[in-house]
């Protein structure tokens, strides 16, 4: 076990307490973080109301607990706000955001190796399910900023190409797990690539295993996904497959279970993953899908381009292809494609 899961371990458990005799007067964290928004290029607006946000929290946990510092607050600290924010009456998609901002401001202490803080106050607390009017459950949304975050926050170069790619194409867990190094084109270059691959590309065969695909299906990827793949690249260990993800340690290939796996690993350490919930509210690899797809239809892409690049099943759906030119593609998946900043 690593030290710094020893240490978060222990300050789980209450045993020892990293902010005991940390003197946080005079310090704005808050202003801190607002100022690393700035500096990665965050709109005036979204800093604004994190902004907001973060300073009601501020307040709370002063008027509750008598002056304690935003820097020291606990899970109990973040409860008792959430309490507080329902009995206002705040919907359960504004709730999410509220906790949300409070969570990335965390995350961001816990990266920054001038705080001793190891682990998240707001990840227990956040991911409530929210309910439909007709009684039906509806998935947690996401917006891009919080995806971004989300992405980020992933420092493993595999793991985050694999998320990048999940989330910017809409592929399933077992598509991804059976790309073929031949089926992904970073640049221009297509020696030795699949038949059918295109530049900046990756080519989903549909006699892959698992796949419920009636037609090849070829995918734009941007340049944020050829950045992630290709550091990726650089790092991947040789192997006797040709697979596109393959295990650090031997170099065996992926399964669709152990892309679930990596997934959950990063969601639970996020606070998007809990094993007492359920799939309405925890971030599984079907969820990035849900993403990809909602996403793009709200930034109106064509639907039938859409329902093809997800390799739905409907009717029509194979003939799509013939009704679009690549550079058609091409032009709508770059006008529609959301930006993570990576």
């Given at each position: ?22 003197d ?91 705080y ?13 399910i ?58 221009d ?10 530049p900046?590309?990756i ?26 793949l290709?550091?990726?690249?650089t790092?991947?260990?040789?192997s ?103």
């Amino acid at each position: 076990m690593r030290a710094l899961d020893k240490v978060e371990r222990a300050r789980k458990w209450g045993l020892v307490d990293p902010l005991e005799g940390i003197d946080f007067t005079g310090v704005d964290l808050i202003g801190e973080f607002l100022e690393e928004l700035e500096i990665k290029g965050r709109s005036p607006n979204t800093i604004h109301n994190y902004e907001l946000i973060l300073r009601q929290f501020e307040q709370h946990i002063e008027n509750d607990k008598s002056g304690v510092h935003v820097g020291k607050a606990t899970d109990q600290d973040v409860f008792s706000w959430k309490k507080e924010l329902t009995k206002r009456g705040l919907s359960g998609s504004t709730l999410e955001m509220y906790l949300t901002s409070l969570a990335s401001f965390y995350n961001f202490l816990i990266e920054s190796p001038l705080y001793p803080h190891v682990y998240n106050p707001a990840s227990k607390t956040r991911g409530s399910i929210k309910i439909n009017n007709d009684g039906r459950t509806v998935r947690r949304e996401v917006g891009v900023d919080e995806m971004a975050e989300f992405v980020r926050f992933i420092k493993h170069p595999r793991d985050r190409a694999m998320m990048v790619l999940l989330l910017k194409t809409g592929i399933r867990r077992t598509e991804l797990a059976n790309l073929k190094v031949r089926h992904v084109a970073l640049g221009d270059d297509l020696k030795g690539k699949q038949v059918g691959l295109k530049p900046m590309s990756i080519f989903v065969d549909s006699s892959m295993p698992g796949s419920k695909r009636k037609t090849d299906t070829t995918i734009p990827i941007d340049d944020e996904c050829v950045r992630a793949l290709s550091t990726w690249m650089t790092i991947r260990p040789s192997s006797s497959t040709d697979a596109l993800f393959v295990q650090l340690n031997y170099g065996g290939g992926f399964g669709g279970e152990r892309v679930t796996r990596r997934v959950r690993k990063w969601a639970r350490k996020y606070g998007w993953w809990d094993p007492n919930a359920d799939l309405t509210t925890n971030v599984t690899p079907h969820y990035f899908r849900h993403f990809f797809t909602s996403h793009m239809r709200k930034r109106g892409m064509d639907e039938p381009l859409l329902a093809y690049l997800r390799g739905d099943t409907g009717k029509n759906i194979i003939d799509i292809y013939t009704h679009y030119s690549w550079d058609e593609i091409r032009e709508q998946y770059d006008r529609h494609i959301y930006k993570f900043g990576i």
